[in-house]
């Protein structure tokens, strides 16, 4: 009963941008550290960034550090990735993950993941 779903994703060319959401039901999001993740066709999942509980906290990928912006809106239960400038390389399928801790905020460390969202990055 716990589901967190993401949508946004779509076909990009490079250098523009995408918002993506991720939307919790059967849970208060408010509860949970959220992290974004990403896995490209033949590549680990690999994390994108992640937002503590209030959203005072956030943290990035070094390959997407001034590019991305990740924001929570705990009203609405739901949170956001905002993608600008984006590559070839930023091709992949998107997840959101909940778990309890910052220190836990890692591909192997979340309680809760969605099924995905697709990221199409080509001109």
């Known amino acids: 009963q716990l589901q967190l779903v993401e949508s946004g994703g779509g076909l990009v060319q490079p250098g523009g941008s995408l918002r993506l959401s991720c939307a919790a039901s059967?849970?208060?999001?408010?509860?949970?550290?959220i992290g974004w993740f990403r896995q490209a066709p033949g590549k680990e999942r690999e994390g994108v960034s992640c937002i503590s509980r209030s959203g005072g906290s956030t943290n990035y990928a070094d390959a997407v550090k001034g590019r991305f912006t990740i924001s929570r809106d705990n009203a609405k239960n739901t949170v956001y990735l905002q993608m600008n400038s984006l590559k070839p390389e930023d091709t992949a399928v998107y997840y959101c993950?909940?778990?309890?801790?910052?220190?836990?905020?890692?591909?192997?460390?979340?309680?809760?993941w969605g099924k995905g969202t697709l990221v199409t990055v080509s001109s």
């Open positions: 059967g849970f208060t999001l408010d509860y949970y550290v």
């Open positions: 993950a909940a778990t309890r801790y910052v220190s836990t905020c890692r591909t192997g460390g979340m309680d809760y």
